[in-house]
């Protein structure tokens, strides 16, 4: 069974720096693509950032590029999303994604097939 599970989120001053992970289970991390996104209250889930299976390849919205990173740790079947600089504005729940596609859009949660539970982050002014 895959599983997912999102964890590190919380309560942070802006300007700070928060560490997600996401533990993969019933798939290897190292195979397949991964997705994070997010859903600030009121607003619709957005793409966040990916990371491809083949390559590594690295994907950011234009509103988190050279403050988040995403990388895999294919040890603990985990990827995390290292957030820097965080804002206000990146208050939201975090979720991570995986699609078990060769063909997808990173953006477009449509192309994701299993997601986990997400983590809560604040980012207080």
């Known amino acids: 069974e895959v599983q997912l599970q999102a964890s590190g989120g919380g309560l942070v001053q802006a300007g700070g720096s928060l560490r997600l992970s996401c533990v993969a289970s019933?798939?290897?991390?190292?195979?397949?693509?991964i997705g994070w996104f997010r859903q600030a209250p009121g607003k619709e889930r957005e793409g966040v950032a990916s990371?491809?299976?083949?390559?590594?390849?690295?994907n950011y919205a234009n509103s988190v590029k050279g403050r988040f990173a995403v990388s895999k740790d294919s040890a603990g079947n985990t990827v995390h999303l290292q957030m820097d600089s965080l804002r206000p504005e990146d208050t939201a729940t975090y979720y991570c994604?995986?699609?078990?596609?060769?063909?997808?859009?990173?953006?477009?949660?449509?192309?994701?097939?299993?997601w986990g539970r997400g983590t809560k982050v604040t980012v207080s002014s």
């Open positions: 994604a995986v699609t078990i596609r060769s063909d997808y859009d990173w953006k477009n949660e449509d192309d994701y097939d299993y």
């Open positions: 990371i491809d299976s083949v390559d590594g390849r690295t």
């Open positions: 019933g798939f290897t991390i190292a195979d397949e693509a």
